[in-house]
């Protein structure tokens, strides 16, 4: 366990609501600021939560500065379905354990 606040993922550290500014990384983040992390990074200053990489779409504003936004591949879970793919969570094998008379 880190003595420090991790991140669980990679993705991006952000601050309120999107789209998001691209910042450095390792400042602190301002109101609608985000900046890269990756899986154990340290969460810098400001960062509210953490957005999946899955999960974010970089793109440009008018400006054509890096503008960071929610979007992607990735699909929420359903309960019963293993992760994104929609098919069905398989359950593991049993292991049969045969007990022997000492």
Avoid at 49 to 78: I, W, Y
């Amino acid at each position: 366990m880190p003595h420090y606040a991790s991140s669980a993922m990679d993705g991006w550290a952000v601050n309120g609501s999107g789209p998001w500014i691209v910042a450095d990384a390792g400042h602190r983040l301002a109101p609608h600021q985000a900046s890269p992390i990756v899986t154990g990074g340290l969460i810098p200053p400001g960062a509210k939560a953490v957005l999946r990489s899955e999960s974010a779409v970089l793109g440009t504003d008018d400006d054509g500065l890096p503008l960071l936004m929610t979007g992607g591949a990735a699909r929420p879970a359903s309960p019963g379905t293993a992760s994104t793919s929609g098919r069905p969570a398989r359950k593991p094998p049993l292991e049969r354990c045969w007990l022997r008379p000492a």
